[in-house]
């Protein structure tokens, strides 16, 4: 999926504040462009099968060589910000391992991708017989190798919002009976589109499986001249049956489906339960609480580095990074308040960013926030940061307290498999079969399907 209506694209520039001091940022990115996680369903006239997708180590799901490229040009430019240009030395140009720190889901291409953009932001800049050694003639030129760490993805709340969840399958399973819900699944021109494409593919597409259509035929469609090379022609590629018309019928009932995944889809709550904030907590509460909890663990460094709630970790870190997932994206957007005006339809693009920035004022200490949004390829970030749930709409900066409310209001009180284990008020049983929206296709994850073929 990709943003289709951007309104990034009016935002103003960022400025900077000759008053404020840059003391801590904060990425988060979505991998680069990638193969479809699985072939198209029921469409055997496409002759694709796994073997055919050859590229970042092959098979299904994995980065492309342009989605290393993309990493890498998102490395440049974060380079540019933290190292070189806009705030020079805030990181320091040689690679140093007690000021960064990256995260990534599980994932081949959301490790490769961090790779590759840890390659963009330090590579060339490493000081010889430290950050690499000099006395192996082979070594690649520029290359200093950087750590990535992960944890195993059905654990991994922080990095992934469709890391299995109970409490998650059973709020969708109300959403589902929801009347908001029915009548978008019931409605006439929808059924008929799910009729025609499930007599097209002889499989039986829903709305909660009609991503699983959709994306091999949009990564297809994105890598049709490779595909090519291999003697397929362009009715094999891309079906008669999926252009013009249909096509924006289906990114249409993507979005709509999107709105209930994410829980902003039922603004009067179901059941009485607060959907908008239900939802939001399981899918990025946990990201939210660690990203605040290191903006407070470095906060208290900053008063005192030998005070006993200094924690080491936190002593001297400038940058830290999470390389994950559009849904992990779009769900932090949506804690925050700001997806409907960022990316208001589909979802963040390869390789869009967000950073989270801590500065303190020179004069009186107070501690602010910024947010920006790097929409993709074309875009070098803008800041967001007025449209932050609780910001002042006129100012560039917001106080931190007021990341504090967000994780008082949407965080977990609890830790995640505590939250997962509680069923919502009035909750039917936890439902036998996965659910949740596919995560960027992931095939290992659990998808918002009942029929899901996997
Ligand atoms: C990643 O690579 C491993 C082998 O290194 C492979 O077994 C696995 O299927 C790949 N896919 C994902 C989603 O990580
Ligand atoms: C594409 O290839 C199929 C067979 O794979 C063939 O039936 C069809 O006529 C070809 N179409 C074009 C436009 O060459
Ligand atoms: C997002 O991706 C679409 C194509 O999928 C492209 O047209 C658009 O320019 C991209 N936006 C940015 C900011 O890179």
């Known amino acids: 999926r990709s943003v289709r209506k951007a309104n990034w694209a009016a935002l103003p520039a960022d400025v900077q504040d000759e008053n404020l001091d840059l003391i801590f940022a904060q990425a988060m990115w979505r991998h680069g462009d990638r193969a479809p996680e699985h072939a198209v369903p029921g469409c055997d006239k496409f002759q694709f099968s796994e073997d055919d997708w050859t590229f970042g180590g092959g098979g299904y799901g994995e980065l492309s060589p342009e989605g290393m490229k993309m990493h890498f040009n998102l490395g440049r430019k974060l380079r540019e910000r933290y190292i070189t240009k806009i705030f020079p030395g805030f990181v320091s140009k040689a690679y140093n391992a007690k000021e960064i720190y990256i995260r990534s889901t599980d994932f081949n291409r959301t490790l490769i991708s961090a790779y590759a953009n840890l390659q963009g932001m330090f590579s060339g800049n490493g000081e010889a017989d430290k950050n690499y050694p000099t006395d192996v003639p082979e070594w690649p030129t520029n290359y200093v190798p950087i750590p990535v760490h992960t944890v195993a993805l059905n654990t991994d709340f922080f990095g992934r919002p469709d890391t299995k969840c109970a409490r998650q399958d059973q709020l969708y399973d109300m959403i589902k009976q929801n009347v908001e819900y029915q009548a978008y699944s019931n409605d006439h021109q929808v059924s008929q ?74 603004p009067n709550g179901v059941n009485g339960i607060d959907i908008s904030v239900e939802i939001p907590k ?66 963040p693009n390869y390789s869009a960013a967000i950073l989270l920035e801590v500065y303190q004022e020179k004069t009186t200490n107070e501690k602010y926030f910024k947010v920006l949004y790097h929409a993709g390829v074309d875009d070098t970030g803008k800041p967001i940061t007025a449209f932050v749930r609780g910001c002042d709409i006129t100012s560039s900066i917001c106080p931190i307290a007021v990341l504090d409310d967000l994780v008082a209001k949407y965080s977990p009180d609890t830790d995640m498999a505590t939250l997962c284990a509680t069923p919502p008020d009035g909750a039917p049983p936890a439902s036998t079969t996965a659910t949740a929206k596919p995560v960027d296709g992931a095939s290992t994850t659990t998808t918002f399907t009942s029929t899901t073929t996997k």
């Open 282 to 347: 399981i899918r990025a509460g946990e990201t939210l609480k660690s990203l605040v909890g290191n903006i407070h663990g470095v906060l208290k460094c900053k008063e005192d580095e030998n005070a006993y709630s200094c924690r080491k970790f936190y002593r001297k870190l400038r940058y830290y990074a999470l390389s994950a997932h559009d849904t992990t994206l779009s769900a932090f957007l949506t804690i925050l308040g700001v997806k409907k005006y960022v990316v208001p339809e589909g979802y």
């Open 193 to 266: 589109l799910l009729k025609y494409l499930s007599d097209e593919t002889g499989t039986e597409v829903n709305v909660d499986n009609i991503y699983e259509l959709e994306n091999p035929l949009f990564c297809e469609k994105t890598h049709i001249e490779d595909l090519n090379g291999i003697g397929a022609n362009i009715s094999d590629l891309y079906p008669w049956f999926y252009t013009g018309e249909v096509e924006s019928m289906v990114e249409w009932v993507l979005d709509k489906h999107e709105q209930f995944t994410d829980g902003t889809g039922n």
